[in-house]
C-alpha cells in the first residue's frame, strides 16, 4: 500500500479527486433533475418508462395542481408567512441577544452566556408534548403565531452572531456612539445592525430555510383547516392520500413546487451559504 | 465613592438586562414550562381511551415502566441507531476525503465552489418533499425501477418499500446525501486551521500524502471529528421526517424503520400524555449527555 501511493503523482491524484467530485455531484444532482424531468410529463407518459429529456406537460401539471383537491397555493403562501416572520423575528431578537452579551459589562454575564450554550442542544421534540398543551390552553391551536414565536429564543443563531459579532463590532465605535449621545436602542438599531448585516443576511437565509422545511411542529399544530397548512404537511398528506389514484405528473410537480422555491433562492446566494456555514459552527 | 464614570458604565450596563428580556421570555413560556409540563406529565396515568379522556391520575413512575416493557422502546432506539450508522460511516469517510482534497494546496483543484454549492444543495432541501421524492422514484412502478429493469439488472419490478434492508438503506441515502456537504464543509475549515509548517516538514521528509493524512491531519482533527460525531448522533436522535413520509408514519415493513421520534409523534397525536412524557424524558437526558459532551469539546479551548 505504502509504496503504491508513493508512486501517485500530484496529476493521478488530481484526476481521481475530479472524477470522484464528478461522481458525488451526480448523486446530488440526479435526483432534482428526475424531478424536473418528471414534473414536465403526463401521467400516461410516466407509466411507460425512464426518460431523461423534458415532456411538454409541465404547464399542464402546473395547471392540474393548482385545480386540485390540495390547497397548494395557500400553502406555498403559508409558508411564505411563517418563515418570512420567523427569519425576521429570530434574527432581529437573536442579534439583540447578542448584543447584550457582547456589548455590556455585567454580573450576571458568563452565567447567561454558558446558560443559552447549554440548552443549545435540546431538541425541540423533547418539549412538544408540554408545548402543545400550553398551546391548546392558550388556544393558539390552527394558528401561526407558536410556529413564529418561540423563534424569538434561537440559541444557535445567536451563538452564530455572537460570534460574527466579536470580529466585526468594536467596543470603541460603541463608545464612540454613546459620547455623540445616543441611546442605546439607537446604537443597536442604527450602529450594530448595519455592521452586522453580512453575518445576519447568513442567518436570515438559515432560519428561513430551517422554518420552511419544518414539519414537526407545524404537523402538532396546524391539525383542523386544510387552508391553514403549510407546504411540507400538504406533502405528507399526499404521501398519505391512496397514491394509485393521483396523476403522477401533478405528485411530481407538487414535490418540485415545495423544492425548488429554496433551490434557485440557494444557487443565487450559495457563495455566502456555504461560506457561512463553517463560520461559528466550531469554537476555536 | 462612586465617580461619574464608573456611575454612566453601570446605567449602561443595566441595557444589558433589558435587551435579554425578550429572549428570555419566550425560551421561558414557550421552553422552559413545555419542559417542566412535559417531565411532570410522565408521572401521570393520563390518556384517551376512545373519546375519553382517562386521568390524569398520579402514577409514579408506571409509565416508565410501561414504555419499556415488551421491548418496543429498544427496537425503535435500534432501528434509530442502525439508520443513523449506515448514513453517517459513509458521511464521515467522504467528507473526510472532500474536506482533504479541498484543504490540498498541492492539488489545486478547479471549480471548487461549484463542487461545495453542489454537495451543500441537498442539505437546505425540504426533508418531508425529498422523502416523497424518493418514494415516488423507487415505488414498484416508478423510474428507479422501470431504468433497473429496462437495463436487465431486475427481471421484474423490485419492491424497495416492503424489504427492510432497502427502506432503512433509502433512509440512511437520504440522511447521507442530506449531510455529508454540510460535514465535508466543517471538516475543511478544521483541516485549513491545521498550522502549515507541519505539512512543509513532513513534505521535506519524504512523507506520503496518505501519511500526512493518517499522522498529522486525522489526529489534530481529533476534537472537530468527535463534535460532528456528537452533533450528528443528536441529529440522528431526531430522525423524524424521511423515514415518516417515506413509510406514511408506519415504519413498515413491520415497523423496522420506525424511530424514537416518529414513536413520540403517534403517542402525541393520540393524546397519550403519560406514556409520550415518559419517552421524551428519557430523549431529554440522552440528549442532554451528549450535548454536555459537545458544550464540553466547544470550551475546551477556553481552559
Not at chain 1, 395542481?65 to 429570530?90: D, E, H, K, R, Y
Not at chain 1, 424569538?152 to 456612539?177: D, G, R, S, V
Not at chain 2, 471549480?111 to 453542489?118: E, N
Not at chain 2, 460525531?229 to 424521511?242: A, E, H, K, P
Request: proline share 4%; aromatic share 14%.
Amino acid at each position: 500500500m505504502e509504496k503504491k501511493e508513493k508512486g501517485l503523482s500530484v496529476g493521478t491524484r488530481r484526476t481521481i479527486a475530479y472524477v470522484v467530485l464528478a461522481i458525488i455531484s451526480f448523486l446530488c444532482l440526479f435526483w432534482f433533475y428526475m424531478l424536473l424531468i418528471n414534473s414536465t410529463r403526463s401521467h400516461a407518459e410516466l407509466g411507460r418508462g425512464f426518460r431523461l429529456i423534458p415532456g411538454g406537460y409541465m404547464i399542464a401539471n402546473l395547471k392540474g395542481m393548482l385545480n386540485g383537491t390540495q390547497p397548494i397555493l395557500n400553502g406555498l403562501l403559508n409558508s411564505v408567512i411563517v418563515a418570512t416572520c420567523t427569519a425576521a423575528l429570530s434574527v432581529y431578537f437573536s442579534t439583540l441577544t447578542a448584543f447584550a452579551i457582547h456589548a455590556y459589562d455585567f454580573k450576571l454575564k458568563k452565567p447567561l452566556f454558558t446558560f443559552i450554550l447549554a440548552i443549545m442542544m435540546i431538541p425541540t421534540q423533547v418539549t412538544a408534548l408540554g408545548f402543545i398543551q400550553l398551546i391548546r390552553k392558550m388556544n393558539l391551536m390552527n394558528s401561526f403565531i407558536p410556529l413564529i414565536i418561540p423563534a424569538i429564543a434561537a440559541p444557535i443563531t445567536f451563538f452564530y452572531l455572537k460570534q460574527y459579532m466579536e470580529t466585526a463590532l468594536p467596543h470603541e465605535l460603541l463608545e464612540a456612539a454613546r459620547i455623540d449621545g445616543a441611546s442605546e436602542i439607537t446604537i443597536f438599531n442604527k450602529i450594530a445592525l448595519p455592521i452586522m448585516v453580512p453575518g445576519i443576511a447568513v442567518q436570515l437565509i438559515f432560519t428561513f430555510v430551517s422554518s420552511w422545511n419544518n414539519y414537526f411542529t407545524p404537523a402538532l399544530v396546524l391539525v383542523d383547516n386544510d387552508k391553514k397548512k403549510t407546504l411540507p404537511i400538504l406533502i405528507a398528506m399526499l404521501r398519505a392520500a391512496d397514491f394509485l389514484k393521483f396523476d403522477m405528473g401533478i405528485v411530481y410537480m407538487t414535490i418540485a413546487f415545495s423544492i425548488f422555491p429554496v433551490v434557485v433562492v440557494y444557487l443565487l446566494l450559495s457563495k455566502y451559504i456555504v461560506g457561512g456555514v463553517a463560520v461559528g459552527a466550531v469554537k476555536g | 465613592m462612586k465617580n461619574g464614570k464608573s456611575g454612566t458604565i453601570v446605567r449602561y450596563n443595566r441595557w444589558a438586562y433589558i435587551f435579554l428580556i425578550p429572549f428570555m421570555v419566550v425560551f421561558i413560556v414557550f421552553q422552559l414550562i413545555p419542559l417542566v409540563n412535559t417531565i411532570y406529565n410522565s408521572f401521570f396515568e393520563h390518556y384517551m381511551s376512545g373519546l375519553k379522556e382517562i386521568g390524569p391520575n398520579f402514577a409514579g413512575l408506571a409509565n416508565y415502566g410501561e414504555l419499556f416493557k415488551g421491548g418496543d422502546l429498544l427496537k425503535y432506539f435500534g432501528n434509530t441507531m442502525i439508520m443513523w450508522i449506515l448514513g453517517f460511516i459513509p458521511q464521515i469517510l467522504v467528507s473526510l476525503i472532500l474536506g482533504a482534497w479541498f484543504s490540498d494546496p498541492s492539488l489545486r483543484l478547479k471549480a471548487q465552489p461549484f463542487f461545495k454549492t453542489v454537495i451543500y444543495l441537498p442539505n437546505l432541501i425540504m426533508a418531508s418533499a425529498f422523502s416523497m421524492l424518493f418514494f415516488t422514484l423507487f415505488a414498484d412502478t416508478g423510474p428507479i425501477n422501470q431504468l433497473l429493469t429496462g437495463l436487465g439488472v431486475f427481471k421484474e419490478a423490485y419492491s424497495f418499500m416492503s424489504h427492510v434492508g432497502s427502506v432503512r438503506g433509502l433512509v440512511a441515502a437520504m440522511n447521507f446525501l442530506m449531510w455529508f456537504g454540510n460535514t465535508t464543509i466543517l471538516l475543511m475549515a478544521g483541516m485549513l486551521g491545521i498550522d502549515t509548517a507541519l505539512y512543509e516538514a513532513a513534505e521535506v521528509d519524504g512523507a506520503t500524502s496518505s501519511q500526512v493524512f493518517t499522522k498529522i491531519t486525522l489526529p489534530l482533527l481529533k476534537p472537530i471529528l468527535i463534535y460532528v460525531m456528537i452533533t450528528s448522533l443528536i441529529g440522528g436522535l431526531q430522525m423524524f421526517d424521511v423515514p415518516q413520509i417515506l413509510t406514511n408514519g408506519s415504519g413498515d415493513p413491520m415497523r423496522s424503520s420506525m424511530t424514537l421520534i416518529m414513536f413520540l409523534n403517534k403517542h402525541l397525536f393520540s393524546k397519550n400524555y403519560g406514556i409520550g412524557g415518559a419517552l421524551s424524558v428519557c430523549l431529554f437526558f440522552i440528549t442532554s449527555i451528549l450535548s454536555f459532551i459537545v458544550f464540553r469539546i466547544n470550551n475546551a479551548g477556553d481552559n
